[in-house]
């Protein structure tokens, strides 16, 4: 058993831009698709990830949060705690008793939902399983047990792989993503909102009528409703509220300070350079989702649809998300600090708002008015939640002797501020653990409704090919 975790991982420890393109090749060649041609798809789609990392970490995360920082800076405004961001949240969650065991474990338990019909989502996107593990090591901190935190992981990725499925078709339509969905442990989290408040404007006269779409501006407003220029305009807000000049300037420690021009150019960058890298993503994609389509038409002949799992980075090029998240960062700044209670600061995840937003876009048809609700609602809600788990993810960190860089508390955005985990987490801690039970139940109960729903699908499906 020793042996099998630290393979494990090992494995996990290469990255996603490493792992995603073995899992894929070994994945292409199992349904069919040929060595070769596995291969390319695998590495295409690892070439994918390493652009698309390149570019958010960069523009968003270093030039966008130093624009961030210069905000904070020239308002004099503090908070207590520090987001460390997504790196540090699956380095805490990977360095816990739960993390050393969560990918052997994620994998059978998708494995046994799949042979039981209770998924339809083979979940190749074994780099995330970090997000369960990292529900688990809170659980296990607030119970003191590693039963309670097992359990707990378990829980949270059953029902992700759920929300991964009912989201499937609305992906497919909104990213053109044939045979995927999106089981993420931080993007799926914030869908059961998103359908909440989708549904609460439905039902109001007048809001329900208000859609602000992405696609007609590039129509009515012509090349100034293009995304490059809506990017390059929300940058120049950005450097404007910064206090950048208009020409590059040197800070007292040495330091380059950009000019507002370079913002917008930066942030005209991540609406052009984000959507590419995607698109290179869905390339390599698209073979390994034909070949797996195929073979379970072939083989599974009294099954209905299998979907393969991937990372929500796939859909972080969208018009509508990359807009919405750009529009998001400054708000979130301004949310952070008027919400009274709050003590997030946010730094480094500021370039995880996107893919918060991954499945959002969908579920609300494209309609940017609706998603910039949702994106608030989520944020201000994220921000207690964040504040909440501070003083945990601070002792889980302490766990696994994170350097903390000398800061007091710590938090993220990116699970910090995860809704399912907190509602797992708080709930654990009832009762030693006995609190893990209504969570259970209800992850149960939806495994057993969308088993239903699978085989009625199933049926439905042969019966129209018949």
Not at 102 to 113: K, R, S
Not at 268 to 281: D, Q, R, S, T, W
Not at 427 to 454: H, S, Y
Request: aromatic share 8%.
């Amino acid at each position: 058993m020793d042996a099998i975790v630290a393979f494990f991982g090992g494995v996990s420890s290469l990255g996603v831009s490493v792992v995603m393109p073995i899992v894929l090749t070994i994945l292409g060649v199992l349904f069919g698709a040929g060595f070769g041609k596995s291969l390319k798809a695998g590495l295409t789609v690892g070439i994918g990830f390493i652009g698309l990392n390149l570019v958010i970490n960069q523009l968003m995360g270093t030039d966008l949060a130093g624009g961030v920082n210069a905000m904070v800076t020239r308002f004099s405004l503090s908070l207590s705690v520090m987001d460390v961001g997504w790196p540090a949240a699956s380095a805490i969650a990977m360095g816990s008793i739960v993390g050393t065991i969560i990918i052997p474990l994620g994998l059978l338990v998708n494995v046994l939902m799949l042979l039981t019909n209770t998924t339809q989502t083979a979940d190749v996107d074994i780099w995330n399983y970090w997000h369960f593990a990292f529900t688990g090591a809170l659980v296990a901190i607030v119970t003191n047990n590693i039963a309670f935190g097992i359990a707990a992981a378990i829980i949270n990725e059953v029902i992700v792989l759920i929300i991964g499925d009912l989201t499937a078709p609305l992906v497919e339509k909104s990213l053109g993503l044939p045979g995927v969905s999106i089981p993420h442990g931080f993007s799926g989290a914030y869908a059961p909102i998103a359908f909440a408040v989708n549904w609460v404007i439905d039902k109001i006269p007048g809001l329900n009528k208000i859609d602000i779409n992405v696609r007609s501006m590039q129509k009515q407003f012509g090349v100034f409703g293009e995304p490059v220029l809506l990017g390059a305009i929300i940058g120049l807000l950005i450097g404007l509220l910064a206090g950048y000049g208009f020409l590059p300037s040197t800070a007292a420690d040495g330091t380059t300070i950009p000019s507002v021009l370079s913002m917008a150019v930066f942030m005209g960058a991540v609406m052009v350079l984000i959507p590419k890298m995607a698109a290179l993503l869905m390339e390599g994609l698209m073979p390994v989702s034909d070949a797996a389509s195929s073979f379970i038409q072939k083989h599974f002949q009294n099954r209905g649809k299998i979907y393969i799992g991937l990372d929500s980075a796939v859909g972080t090029g969208h018009p509508v998300t990359l807009t919405m998240a750009l529009i998001l960062v400054p708000v979130s700044i301004f949310l952070a600090f008027i919400l009274p209670g709050n003590q997030v600061v946010p730094l480094a995840d500021l370039a995880c708002i996107p893919y918060m937003l991954v499945l959002i876009t969908p579920i609300v048809h494209e309609n940017g008015f609706r998603g910039l609700i949702v994106g608030i609602i989520v944020l201000a809600v994220g921000f207690y939640i964040a504040t909440d788990l501070a003083p945990l993810i601070t002792s889980a960190a302490a766990n696994v002797n994170f350097d903390m860089g000398g800061a007091a508390a710590i938090s993220s955005i990116c699970d910090g501020a995860n809704p399912l985990t907190w509602v797992i987490t708080r709930l654990g801690q009832l009762g030693d653990g006995i609190g893990l039970v209504v969570p259970a139940v209800v992850a149960i109960a939806m495994a057993v409704w969308n088993r239903m729903r699978i085989v009625k699908e199933a049926k439905e499906l042969h019966a129209e090919q018949a």
